[in-house]
């Protein structure tokens, strides 16, 4: 089945409509995301000020049109360098190659968990993967993570030979 680029802009597993959602939903759960989606709006508020001053654009029409222009330019800004710098790899399998085929908790932006840190599912082989940082890590069922494949030059997946433990990547861990 071909999806058309429009459809998967908006309905896609990487479409503005799933980062709307994993968006509004995580304001439950941090209230830090509530604040920065106030501060959109604020942005978005103080804009469509601005045009209403310069070129007597309603506030009606500003600030509805400048939320969606600044949660689009939010959307691009976090899924450009997914898809740019960080391609997803083939799983185990062999069968999930693309941000298509690997899903993520709902409320978790693009399956963001923390900082340099995204969490995944191959929707075909169930398998659960870390990426943590330049590492794709896969997660054994008792909960272990086993170097799977890295990140080597632009866009290229190598395998991890790295036998060290996975914690004294972190950062902060030295």
Sequence with gaps: MKISLFEGLIVGRWGWAVFLADLFVGQIRWPGRFIFVIFLYSISLALASHLNDEIGLSLWIGVPSL?????????????????????????????????NDYAWVVG???????????????????????????????????????????????????????????????????
Excluded at 80 to 97: D, E, S, V
Excluded at 110 to 124: A, I, L, T
Excluded at 136 to 158: A, C, M
């Design 67 to 99: 939320i969606v222009i600044v949660l689009l330019l939010v959307w691009a800004l976090k899924l450009g360098p997914l898809l740019l710098f960080y391609p997803f790899p083939p799983c185990r399998g062999g069968q999930c190659c693309s941000i």
């Design 108 to 174: 978790r932006i693009y399956g963001r968990e923390k900082w340099g840190q995204y969490r995944y599912w191959c929707k075909c082989c169930d398998d659960e993967y870390v990426r943590r940082g330049t590492r794709f890590l896969h997660v054994l069922p008792d909960g272990t993570e086993r170097p799977y494949l890295k990140l080597v030059g632009f866009r290229n997946w190598q395998p991890d030979t790295t036998e060290s433990d996975t914690d004294d990547h972190e950062p902060g861990n030295g």
